[in-house]
T-cell receptor, first 115, second 113 residues
Framework: ETGVTQTPRHLVMGMTNKKSLKCEQH?????MYWYKQSAKKPLELMFV???????ENNSVPSRFSPECPNSSHLFLHLHTLQPEDSALYLC??????????????FGPGTRLTVL | TQLLEQSPQFLSIQEGENLTVYCNSS?????LQWYRQEPGEGPVLLVT?????EVKKLKRLTFQFGDARKDSSLHITAAQPGDTGLYLC?????????????FGKGTKLSVIP
């Protein structure tokens, strides 16, 4: 595997379900990100982890819960979502050097549909 | 709040034509990245520009960063159907919060064979 991988690629869930999205990066980077991409909106940054510590959460609702067990893996735990949370969820990674975050590389995304 | 405006939002052209898409802001960025995204996939990084006035070429694609580092353009020569996709620009600022890329809404390009 190379680059940034995400699983599952597609997910349909009910509002009462609990599910998790997984991201793995094979680039040796030390920062990872979750973005939400909705139709007709710019990419929205949800969470940033640098050296496995969360540095930004951008006021995301608590029904989204990130986890970063190590620098290569990132999870997004989902529970009691709303239909408006349906979107493409993208994971990205980059290499931070002294507070400068370089180019971000994206995974293929998980297309989430909340019924 | 930093905003990036991309224009046009949609562009449909015939194969072989040339085109230019724009990315504009009132904010200054330390670097600017261009991505192409195909349906159902994540954005793929095309280029990063960091110096005001910088021009970078990637085969038939020419990227320019404005002198004041507030705007950028992407010019495609002799467009091909494989160029079809959503083109996104994203600006970064150095220092605190430099992880935060500001994305434009994108230009959706369709190249008709």
């Amino acid at each position: 595997e190379t680059g940034v991988t995400q699983t599952p690629r597609h997910l349909v869930m009910g509002m009462t379900n609990k599910k998790s999205l997984k991201c793995e990066q094979h680039l040796g980077h030390n920062a990872m990100y979750w973005y939400k991409q909705s139709a007709k909106k710019p990419l929205e940054l949800m969470f940033v982890y640098s050296l496995e510590e969360r540095v930004e959460n951008n006021s995301v609702p608590s029904r989204f819960s990130p986890e970063c067990p190590n620098s290569s893996h990132l999870f997004l735990h989902l529970h009691t979502l709303q239909p408006e949370d349906s979107a493409l969820y993208l994971c990205a990674s980059s290499q931070e050097i002294r507070g400068i975050y370089n180019e971000q590389f994206f995974g293929p995304g998980t297309r989430l549909t909340v019924l | 709040t930093q905003l990036l405006e991309q224009s046009p939002q949609f562009l449909s052209i015939q194969e072989g034509e040339n085109l230019t898409v724009y990315c504009n802001s009132s904010s200054v960025f330390s670097s600017l990245q261009w991505y192409r995204q195909e349906p159902g996939e994540g954005p793929v990084l095309l280029v990063t520009v960091v110096t005001g006035g910088e021009v970078k070429k990637l085969k038939r694609l020419t990227f320019q960063f404005g002198d004041a580092r507030k705007d950028s353009s992407l010019h495609i020569t002799a467009a091909q159907p494989g160029d079809t996709g959503l083109y996104l620009c994203a600006g970064a600022v150095s220092g605190a919060g430099s992880y935060q890329l500001t994305f434009g809404k994108g230009t959706k390009l369709s190249v008709i064979p």
